[in-house]
Nanobody, 127 residues
């Protein structure tokens, strides 16, 4: 069984930065594509960013492009999301996810492409 644990959430002011981590255990981390999603009450889970198993390809939602950076360290079994220039609309619970669809699979934006999910970490951006 694969387990994902997010950390690094918290309260930050508008324009500030925050870094999230997602530690993965249970199986070989390096084969999984990783994604970050976020959700606010009453809304569907929203794609934020994704990265392939190799780390060579990334994909971002338009709303975070140029402000957020996804990365991974396969030696540490950890994925990251660096968030800069934060806005109030970035406030949400952030989830990391892992999925395996083959090594040739591009970075995925659909929640259905992921098999395992973390418990989420709250990010609050205050104005």
């Amino acid at each position: 069984q694969v387990q994902l644990v997010e950390s690094g959430g918290g309260l930050v002011q508008v324009g500030g930065s925050l870094g999230l981590s997602c530690a993965v255990s249970g199986r070989t981390f390096s084969i999984y594509g990783m994604g970050w999603f976020r959700q606010t009450p009453g809304k569907e889970r929203e794609f934020v960013a994704a990265i392939t198993w190799s780390g060579l390809s990334t994909y971002y939602a338009d709303s975070v492009k140029g402000r957020f950076t996804i990365s991974r360290d396969n030696a540490k079994n950890t994925a990251y999301l660096q968030m800069n220039s934060l806005k109030p609309e970035d406030t949400a619970v952030y989830y990391c996810a892992a999925g395996y669809r083959g090594r040739g699979t591009p970075a995925q934006a659909k929640p259905s492409e992921y098999d395992y999910w973390g418990q989420g970490t709250q990010v609050t951006v205050s104005s």
